[in-house]
């Protein structure tokens, strides 16, 4: 089964910047669209990011819109997510998922994915 991994996360203080790793070894990422989510305990996951199979579409949540970037590096096998301008409310553990088929205008909803990486924390504080 397909198993992602994600890596990158840290402690950063406000306005710091990370960039998160999502890779899949042994499987072709290219196949799937993926979708970044966040997660704070007691709360729901929530959808970040997802980009398509081909990189060419990207959709973000609005409460990481013009600071967060997911791309994808199909040679090396990996999806990334850059966060800038990170503040407290970012505080989260961070995961991937993928998807062979969705609706790029759907695809931050949880609901389109049903196997997510154990996660990466990203603490954001002073």
């Known amino acids: 089964q397909l198993r992602l991994v994600e890596s990158g996360g840290g402690s950063v203080q406000p306005g710091g910047s990370l960039r998160l790793s999502c890779a899949a070894p042994g499987f072709t990422l290219s196949l799937y669209t993926i979708g970044w989510f966040r997660q704070v305990p007691g709360k729901a996951r929530e959808g970040v990011s997802c980009?398509?199979?081909?990189?060419?579409?990207?959709n973000y949540a609005d409460s990481v819109k013009g600071r967060f970037t997911t791309t994808r590096d199909d040679a090396a096998n990996t999806v990334y997510l850059q966060m800038n301008s990170l503040q407290p409310e970012d505080t989260a553990v961070y995961s991937c998922?993928?998807?062979?088929?969705?609706?790029?205008?759907?695809?931050?909803?949880?609901?389109?994915?049903?196997?997510w990486g154990q996660g990466t924390q990203v603490t954001v504080s002073s």
């Open positions: 998922a993928p998807v062979r088929v969705v609706n790029m205008v759907t695809c931050t909803l949880n609901s389109e994915y049903n196997n």
């Open positions: 980009i398509s199979k081909s990189g060419s579409s990207t």
